[in-house]
């Protein structure tokens, strides 16, 4: 089955740039997509389409994809961005849908 | 605005069924895929089925393939989720999930429904 791979977790300060990869080998055909999830909530989509976001979501955040690996980069993270992110996408028969394993952002 | 409630969890044992729901308003349900996503506890997020807005082509994971039956009441605005022959490796929070109108993803989300299978 298909996966999409994420690194467990990621830690930066206050202030830097974190940046979060996906990695699977239908990425250069699909787009990916990035959720945010605050400890006990639900997801929140911050970007669409690779790259795209949506209304609401800080400026930021911003995406970009290139060939098999995906990225969500927070520019300029704050304490507030701590949160399980989690990349979304389809496989090529687009029937399946998956969500990688999620990666913890520690900004502290 | 989008509000999605889900509602059917519980405690149950294992080999026994259970069927959530999930109340959706402030869109034009008729319209719309939806999903069921999952979260075991301490876990990722792991997608379990998609329905097609007009309920004519249903999919679901590897994972729940032949047991899980994921349906819609357009009368009643209500998705489903009819889980047969429950393991322990089930329990977690299940959250429906309104798929965008332009594309194959999740846009809107309820808040979840925990299910735990276990004697």
């Known amino acids: 089955s298909y996966e999409l791979t994420q690194p467990p977790s990621v830690s930066v300060s206050p202030g830097q740039t974190a940046r979060i990869t996906c990695s699977g080998d239908?990425?250069?055909?699909?787009?990916a997509y990035w959720y945010q999830q605050k400890s006990g909530q639900a997801p929140v989509l911050v970007i669409y389409?690779?790259?795209k976001r949506p209304s609401g979501i800080p400026e930021r955040f911003s995406g970009s994809s290139s060939g098999t690996m995906a990225t969500l980069t927070i520019s300029g993270a704050q304490v507030e961005d701590e949160a399980d992110y989690s990349c979304y996408s389809t496989d090529i028969s687009v029937y399946h849908r998956v969500f990688g394993g999620g990666t913890k952002l520690t900004v502290l | 605005q989008v509000q999605l409630v889900e509602s059917g969890g519980g405690v149950v044992q294992p080999g026994r069924s259970l069927r959530l729901s999930c109340a959706a308003s402030g869109f034009t349900f008729s319209t719309y895929g939806m999903h069921w996503v999952r979260q075991a506890p301490g876990k990722g997020l792991e997608w379990v089925a998609v329905?097609?807005?007009?309920?004519?082509?249903?999919f679901y994971a590897d994972s729940v393939k032949g047991r899980f039956t994921i349906s819609r009441d357009i009368s009643k605005n209500t998705l489903y989720l009819q889980m047969n022959s429950l393991r322990a490796e089930d329990t977690a929070v299940y959250y429906c999930a309104r798929e965008s109108g332009s594309g194959s993803y999740p846009d809107s989300w309820g808040q979840g429904t925990l299910v735990t299978v276990s004697s």
């Open positions: 329905i097609w807005f007009d309920g004519s082509n249903k």
């Open positions: 239908a990425l250069p055909k699909k787009y």
């Open positions: 389409e690779d790259s």
